[in-house]
């Protein structure tokens, strides 16, 4: 079974900072991306960034040079460091993971959600 956990979700002032950490445990035999996803009320789901095993990075416009995405492979864990929050990032924040499950019988990567962790930038 493969879990993946956030943390660091918050309420935090306009201007402030947050981290968030992603962790995945399990039966996970291989990482390829893993990234960020969020969805503000009545809004779908959307990319903040992306992080390949190997380092590479990709973000969504509007959050470049605000947000910083990284990894440690050793600990399967992700990172997404925001910096300069506006109102406009209240959402809840999603990890995703394209892994492959070793109890699962097979190797291709499937995409595997956390449960998200809530932040909320206000005054």
């Known amino acids: 079974q493969v879990q993946l956990v956030e943390s660091g979700g918050g309420l935090v002032q306009p201007g402030g900072s947050l981290r968030l950490s992603c962790a995945a445990s399990?039966?996970?035999?291989?990482?390829?991306?893993m990234g960020w996803y969020r969805q503000a009320p009545g809004k779908q789901r959307e990319l903040v960034a992306a992080?390949?095993?190997?380092?590479?990075?990709n973000y969504t416009d509007s959050m470049k040079g605000r947000f910083t995405i990284s990894r440690e492979n050793a600990k399967n864990t992700v990172y997404l460091q925001m910096n300069s929050l506006k109102p406009e990032d209240t959402a809840v924040y999603y990890c995703n993971a394209d892994l492959v499950d070793k109890n699962s019988g097979s190797y291709s990567f499937i995409g595997y959600w956390g449960q998200g962790t809530q932040v909320t930038v206000s005054s």
């Open positions: 399990g039966s996970i035999l291989s990482i390829n991306a």
């Open positions: 992080i390949t095993s190997g380092g590479g990075t």
